[in-house]
């Protein structure tokens, strides 16, 4: 699934320490080998930021007593950083002073555990703060779902667009999108209901996903339309490919409506190298694509070559009768 | 502090914990080494590697289960965060020795 790879981690959480008493560093260990967790330790703030980028964590164990970087700078970096400011960091300290607790929190720690530690309160924060973590995560992702198709979203889709785009201009590489449309799907919710149309765009949703590449970002763009953005993929690949998925959709048998085929027209903007043009435009392309497609008579590709500037219609893929 | 007289042996709080007897013991037998790098420091004036070690002591003494070290540890700390002149070494010294022997009646079980 496209999805698939960015969904909540199922292994075990991965938790880093950063401090720099090698003392803590086993003890820790010591106390949480019971955890279903993967301790990574760092012995100064600037390891630990190193050890941020490298591994990801779900959460951070911060020591706010360190020569050199201390914790309270290392918990301004992680939290100055948009890839990393959702991580939870506990705070550990020596001092029980309320100053730095405060300090603490306003710099958005999530929690702040005394040393030395009691066990049982240190485990029961940490897997507080990794639930909420992993709860938070989930909800990020859901945000992004398509609840009927289970393909990412609209507002998935046009912020991804954007980043996309950018990535091509800057790394000169090829880039296509393609904008997929049911024909008369207004009519097959009419005649057999709209259980029937939603089997239909979860139908449709599962063909593209499942024969798009790892790397094609499947997308419901609303209504019956979908889009697939093919990174890596010129105009003629993605033609090729858009067509091989418009022959499948109609090959299929509904359950629902055995005698009742589905087509779908498919819009396709492509470019081989970047060309300067913005998101915006580049979706526009593929719109106007699917639209000509729709005027020509359904069920077929239209390719706009944005290189060549101008839609054309893929004339040895179009639909024969 | 009602320690500076005793004699009799500093046990873990975490003695009897299972989890912890491997690392009690190792934290135990290193502590001589620890005691000398401090009193080493102490002798030489470097001060803020004192301060250092006397800080790392003091988180590892309590993680280890042996709270009065850490509190020990935390006085020599504390004197030298405040700065240490003339009239302050001797104050240190004593807070010094009182950590080395209170280290030096630590067993492992």
């Not at chain 1, 046009?158 to 449309?181: K, M, N, P, T």
């Not at chain 1, 970047?274 to 580049?282: Q, Y």
């Not at chain 1, 008579?297 to 893929?314: E, F, I, K, S």
Request: glycine share 8%; proline share 4%.
């Amino acid at each position: 699934m496209t999805t698939g790879s960015e969904t909540p981690s199922s292994t075990r959480p991965r938790v880093l320490v950063i401090d720099d008493s090698p003392d803590v560093h086993r003890l820790l260990k010591a106390r949480l080998k019971q955890e279903e967790i993967e301790i990574i330790s760092s012995e100064s703030g600037e390891a630990g930021i190193v050890e941020l980028k490298a591994h990801r964590p779900d959460l951070v164990l911060l020591d706010l007593d360190m020569p050199t970087m201390d914790g309270f700078e290392v918990l301004r970096a992680i939290k100055d950083n948009a890839e990393t400011v959702h991580i939870p960091v506990i705070v550990l300290s020596g001092l029980n002073s309320a100053e730095d607790k405060v300090s603490a929190f306003d710099l958005g720690a999530h929690d702040y555990i005394i040393k030395p530690f009691e066990l049982t309160e240190l485990r029961v924060r940490i897997r507080a703060a990794l639930r909420l973590n992993f709860l938070l995560k989930m909800l990020a992702q859901r945000a992004q779902i398509d609840g009927l198709t289970g393909l990412w979203n609209r507002a998935y889709f046009d912020r991804r667009v954007q980043d996309e785009v950018a990535r091509v201009q800057r790394h000169d590489g090829a880039l296509s999108i393609a904008f997929f449309d049911a024909d008369h799907f207004k009519s097959i919710n009419d005649t057999f209901g709209h259980p029937a149309g939603d089997a239909v765009l979860q139908g449709l949703g599962q063909i593209i996903q499942r024969d798009s590449r790892q790397s094609d970002i499947a997308c419901r763009y609303g209504g019956e339309e979908f889009v697939l953005i093919m990174p890596a993929t010129g105009p003629a690949d993605a033609l090729a490919f858009c067509d091989r998925l418009r022959l499948q959709i109609e090959a299929v048998v509904w359950p629902r409506h055995p005698e009742r085929r589905v087509t779908v027209s498919i819009g396709v903007a492509g470019a081989t190298t970047p060309i300067g043009v913005t998101a915006a435009a580049w979706v526009e392309a593929a719109d106007k694509a699917l639209y000509t497609a729709k005027k020509s008579g359904r069920n077929r590709v239209v390719l706009t070559d944005l290189l060549a500037g101008h839609a054309a219609p893929a004339e040895p893929l179009r639909k024969a009768g | 502090m009602g320690t500076g007289n005793h004699t009799e042996p500093l046990r873990s709080r975490f003695a009897g914990d299972a989890e912890m007897v491997e690392l009690v013991h190792e934290f135990v037998q290193e502590l001589p080494q620890r005691v000398q790098a401090l009193q080493g420091l102490m002798r030489a004036s470097h001060f803020d590697e004192l301060r250092r070690a006397a800080h790392q002591l003091k988180g590892a003494a309590g993680g280890y289960g042996f709270p009065s070290i850490s509190e020990s540890a935390s006085h020599v700390e504390k004197l030298l965060h405040a700065g240490v002149g003339q009239a302050e070494i001797s104050d240190l010294q004593s807070r010094v020795d009182e950590l080395a022997k209170l280290c030096g009646r630590a067993v492992a079980a």
